[in-house]
């Protein structure tokens, strides 16, 4: 089935305490992408790749970082999280060679950083 | 920079009545592409629309259909026929030049019976 995961789907923290939410896709897809979902302000892009070991900044990207050394992977690492970073997070794919099509969701994961 | 408006932050509409969600646009970039995704309570994202800059045709997907004028920079999403499914958050979105994404902040629709 093609699908993209994440996990965990659901996450609580401490202020300081690294982690990391995974996200894998099995469609061979380039595009891959992170958003977080808060209340009142839709989806915002923290970062995205197009393609292995290239990513970039998106409109939201302080106090995350991701790496993208295989195609199927995508893993979004907060070294340092604070509060304001409890959010949903999603992360998405899209079909290969054809830049941001459709998009295709993880589940998300809520993350509680207390 | 592209910005993305949704200025409808709730609607009604009458089940089996059509309905429009606004969605204007901003960009500099001359090839761009605009989407609008799904999110009922349960929390996933479907897609459900797209629309290419230089589409001259308006999408239209079963009883979903993007109404795009270019000059207005709008690309409002009609629903026809209303189902109680269609309940939901909706987000209109804009991929540039560099495939940046912004979405809009939504609109919940609610079905009435």
């Known amino acids: 089935e093609a699908q993209v995961t994440q996990n965990p789907r659901y996450l609580i923290t401490v202020t300081g305490k690294k982690l990391t939410v995974t996200c894998s896709q099995n469609?061979?897809?380039?595009?891959m992408s992170w958003y977080r979902q808060d209340p009142g302000l839709g989806l915002r892009q923290i970062y995205y790749?197009?393609?292995?070991?290239?990513?970039d900044k998106g409109d939201v990207p302080e106090g995350y970082k991701v790496s993208r050394k295989e195609k199927r992977n995508f893993p979004l690492i907060l070294e340092s999280p604070s509060p304001n970073q409890t959010s949903l997070y999603f992360c998405?794919?899209?079909?290969?060679?054809?830049?941001?099509?459709?998009?295709?969701f993880g589940p998300g994961t809520r993350l509680t950083v207390t | 920079a592209q910005k993305i408006t949704q200025t409808q932050p709730g609607m009604f509409v009458q089940e089996k009545e059509a309905v429009t969600l606004d969605c204007t646009y901003d960009t500099s970039d001359q090839s761009y592409g605009l989407f609008w995704y799904k999110q009922p309570s349960s929390g996933e994202m479907i897609f459900l629309i797209y629309q290419g800059s230089y589409d001259e045709q308006n999408a239209t997907e079963g009883r979903y259909s993007l109404n795009f004028q270019k000059a207005r920079k709008s690309a409002n999403l009609v629903i026809s026929a209303s189902q109680l499914g269609d309940s939901a958050m909706y987000f209109c979105a804009i991929s540039g030049g560099y495939q940046k994404v912004t979405f809009g902040t939504g609109t919940k629709l609610q079905v009435i019976p």
């Open positions: 469609m061979n897809h380039e595009y």
């Open positions: 998405a794919s899209s079909l290969p060679g054809q830049g941001v099509d459709e998009q295709y």
């Open positions: 790749s197009m393609n292995v070991e290239v990513t």
